[in-house]
C-alpha cells in the first residue's frame, strides 16, 4: 500500500475498529500525520505570528489537524494491533498508565498534606514526601518508557500469516 492509498484507506474509516490494518497502511498514516502537523505549525506562525513575550504561536491551523485526526490515529492504531494478532486495547496501555500517574501524584499531595495538619513540625514530613514523590515519578518513568517501547515494537512486527480472530489478512 501507497502513501496516497494509505491516507485515504485510514480517513475513509474514520472511526472503523474492527478489521485489520496492515503495517504500510498504519505507517505511511503515521508519517502523513507528522509531515502535516510539520508543515501546519509552520503555516501557523506564518498566519498568526508568534507572542512576543513567550515566543509561542497560536497554534490553531495543527491543533485542529490534531483534534480531526485523533480519531483515525488511534482506529488505525487499534487496526494494526489487531493485524499482529493482539487487542486493540493495548494501544491505550501508555494513556492509562498516565493516568494513574496524575492519580497517584494527587494522592501522595492529598496524603501529605492531611498529615502535615496532624504532627507539630510539618518539616519534618518534607524529606519522606520528597523521596516518595521522586522515586515514584522514577518508576513510573521507566514503565513508560518500556511500555512505549513495547508499543512500537507491536506496531511494528509483521502481520499474522491467514485469517486471525480480528479477520482475514489485508491486502
Same mark, same amino acid.
Request: proline share 5%; aromatic share 12%.
Given at each position: ?16 475498529? !474492527?478489521?485489520?490494518?496492515?503495517? #504500510?497502511?498504519?505507517?505511511?498514516? %503515521? $508519517?502523513?500525520?507528522? *509531515? =502535516? ?19 509561542? !504561536?497560536?497554534?490553531?491551523?495543527? #491543533?485542529?489537524?490534531?483534534?480531526? %485526526? $485523533?480519531?483515525?490515529? *488511534? =482506529? ?96
Amino acid at each position: 500500500m501507497g502513501f496516497i492509498q494509505a491516507i485515504k484507506v485510514c480517513l475513509s474509516k474514520y472511526v472503523v475498529f !474492527s478489521g485489520r490494518a496492515a503495517r #504500510s497502511e498504519y505507517w505511511w498514516f %503515521v $508519517l502523513f500525520v507528522i *509531515l =502535516a502537523s510539520i508543515v501546519l505549525a509552520f503555516v501557523d506562525v506564518v498566519i498568526f505570528g508568534t507572542n512576543p513575550e513567550t515566543g509561542e !504561536s497560536a497554534n490553531v491551523l495543527n #491543533s485542529g489537524f490534531q483534534l480531526a %485526526v $485523533l480519531l483515525p490515529m *488511534l =482506529a488505525a492504531g487499534w487496526r494494526r494491533l489487531h493485524d499482529t494478532g493482539r487487542p486493540g486495547w493495548y494501544l491505550l496501555l501508555p494513556m492509562a498508565l498516565g493516568v494513574a500517574t496524575m492519580v497517584m501524584l494527587l494522592s501522595g499531595v492529598a496524603v501529605f498534606s492531611v498529615l502535615e495538619g496532624g504532627v507539630d513540625d510539618p518539616e519534618t514530613l518534607r524529606g519522606p514526601a520528597a523521596f516518595l514523590g521522586v522515586t515514584g515519578m522514577f518508576v513510573m518513568w521507566g514503565l513508560q518508557l518500556i511500555l512505549s517501547i513495547m508499543m512500537i515494537w507491536w506496531l511494528s512486527r509483521p502481520s499474522q500469516k491467514g485469517a486471525n480472530e480480528y479477520g482475514p489478512p489485508v491486502a
